[in-house]
T-cell receptor, first 111, second 117 residues
Framework: GQNIDQPTEMTATEGAIVQINCTYQ??????LFWYQQHAGEAPTFLSY????GLEEKGRFSSFLSRSKGYSYLLLKELQMKDSASYLC????????????FGTGTRLTVIP | GAVVSQHPSWVICKSGTSVKIECRSL??????MFWYRQFPKQSLMLMAT?????????EQGVEKDKFLINHASLTLSTLTVTSAHPEDSSFYIC?????????????FGEGSRLTVL
């Protein structure tokens, strides 16, 4: 099975940096994804890690440590529009390579 | 990127009726599509994996006779909620994976919000 943990809620200030952590346990790890989801909308892809290390894409970066079962999403220069839920998802290579999602972290950016 | 379209976006129905939701991959062929359900302030829960030309694979706890999934072609999967009840009210989201995209990320439809009265 899969077990994916994220903080439920976080608050940060506009212009600041925030780190959202994700820990996971899975039997057949085959990649970790971060998605952004605004309320009432479908998730949109942010990042993908399959090897250890940091992947940077503009204001967003994602880090993975497979040995620790740990990832984080780093958001820099926060903007008000970054207020959303951030979903950590792990792909399990057993079966159909399904993605299993954590509970999501609801980020609120304040002025 | 790849585009997935879902229809309808909103549906309100009476208890006991059936509702069909369509999921289409617009610019790629999807041999596999996934159906998720999301309750308010909760994350996505995988309901089933839809395979073109074969039966869907359901996750534990999901009633296959209640949530009928048909993957008639490489670009279309449908989810039918049969004899819907108020507890079935939820946000249903489909997704698909494109072979063109190496990361294997999922592309999501816009979601369908079902309200059963």
């Amino acid at each position: 099975g899969q077990n994916i943990d994220q903080p439920t809620e976080m608050t940060a200030t506009e212009g600041a940096i925030v780190q959202i952590n994700c820990t996971y346990q899975t039997s057949g790890f085959n990649g970790l994804f971060w998605y952004q989801q605004h309320a009432g909308e479908a998730p949109t892809f942010l990042s993908y890690n399959v090897l250890d290390g940091l992947e940077e894409k503009g204001r967003f970066s994602s880090f993975l440590s497979r040995s620790k079962g740990y990832s984080y999403l780093l958001l820099k220069e926060l903007q008000m529009k970054d207020s959303a839920s951030y979903l950590c998802a792990v792909r399990d290579q057993t079966g159909a390579n399904n993605l299993f999602f954590g509970t999501g972290t609801r980020l609120t950016v304040i002025p | 990127g790849a585009v997935v379209s879902q229809h309808p976006s909103w549906v309100i129905c009476k208890s006991g009726t059936s509702v069909k939701i369509e999921c289409r991959s617009l610019d790629f062929q999807a041999t596999t599509m996934f159906w998720y359900r999301q309750f308010p302030k909760q994350s996505l829960m995988l309901m089933a994996t839809s395979n073109e030309g074969s039966k869907a694979t359901y996750e534990q706890g999901v009633e296959k006779d209640k949530f009928l999934i048909n993957h008639a072609s490489l670009t279309l999967s449908t989810l039918t909620v049969t004899s819907a009840h108020p507890e079935d009210s939820s946000f249903y989201i489909c997704s698909a994976r494109s072979r063109r995209v190496e990361t294997g990320e999922l592309f999501f439809g816009e979601g369908s919000r079902l309200t059963v009265l």
